[in-house]
């Protein structure tokens, strides 16, 4: 390898946030933010457990800890598990402290159950909090397919979408319950939401389950990136979502 394409991978190792995998197998990940919730995690659990697919879940620590039985739910279906901070707050407006304590906070609720995997709140980090995650040991893994379902108000233009853009490789964001419960975010009036309501999403999901079940295998993401090349891109500041 030109050592200038060297030092270019070595960057964006520690740089790049995981966004897809290059593959050619008929794989994809389905990853779900903001959890565990007493209500909307079991239905989602039970969904996988249907169709015999696996997911990713980035867990806040604060959740977590209010739900440990759900902790080890999600790991003994066979599901991965990452961190996605203590609280919730977005980590540019954090001081690198609060950044390192948030994500050690989140570690010890989660215990032996945890991946090397996290999810800045919102999708929002910086240079500075990529590298602090890349120094702590973590992969910072991001998407490639939004679903949007934190507006999404119809499950069959939901799973439309979703049916229309999950390819192989892909990792695809969702929620299975919303930590801001109520709250207005990056621009999205509160009143015109399902903020709370994960019905559209569960909806959405038995669909897209049920028409790519036989054609796609649902894997976790660390058995995602081992199905391929995972492909990094530098993804900092922006946010891209309510994840």
């Not at 996605?84 to 948030?102: I, N, V, Y």
């Not at 990529?130 to 679903?147: C, L, P, Q, T």
């Not at 709250?183 to 994960?198: F, Q, Y």
Request: glycine content about 8%.
């Amino acid at each position: 390898m030109h050592p200038r394409a060297a030092i270019s991978t070595a960057v964006r190792k520690v740089l790049g946030s995981v966004t897809h995998v290059v593959t050619t197998e008929p794989v994809a990940a389905l990853t779900f933010d903001d959890g565990p919730d007493s209500t909307s995690t079991p239905l989602v659990l039970a969904l996988l457990e249907k169709y015999h697919a696996r997911g990713t879940f980035f867990l806040v620590g604060q959740a977590a800890a209010d739900h440990p039985d759900l902790v080890k739910q999600i790991a003994g279906g066979g599901h991965a598990i990452g961190l996605h901070s203590w609280d919730h707050r977005a980590f540019p407006g954090l001081s690198s402290r609060e950044r390192r304590r948030q994500i050690r906070t989140c570690e010890r609720v989660l215990g032996p159950y945890a991946a090397r995997l996290f999810r800045p709140p919102y999708g929002e980090q910086t240079v500075a909090s990529r590298i602090e995650a890349s120094f702590m040991g973590y992969e910072v893994v991001g998407w490639n397919v939004n679903s949007g379902d934190w507006y999404q108000s119809d499950p069959a233009v939901l799973s439309q979408y979703l049916l229309g853009t999950v390819e192989p490789g892909a990792i695809v964001l969702l929620h299975d319950t919303l930590f801001d419960k109520g709250k207005a975010a990056h621009g999205v009036d509160a009143e015109h939401t399902s903020w709370p309501d994960r019905r559209v999403m569960l909806q959405a999901l038995e669909i897209v389950l049920d028409r790519l079940s036989g054609r796609y295998r649902f894997v976790t993401v660390p058995e995602l990136m081992c199905a391929g090349q995972p492909r990094r891109s530098f993804w900092f500041n922006k946010s891209r979502s309510m994840s």
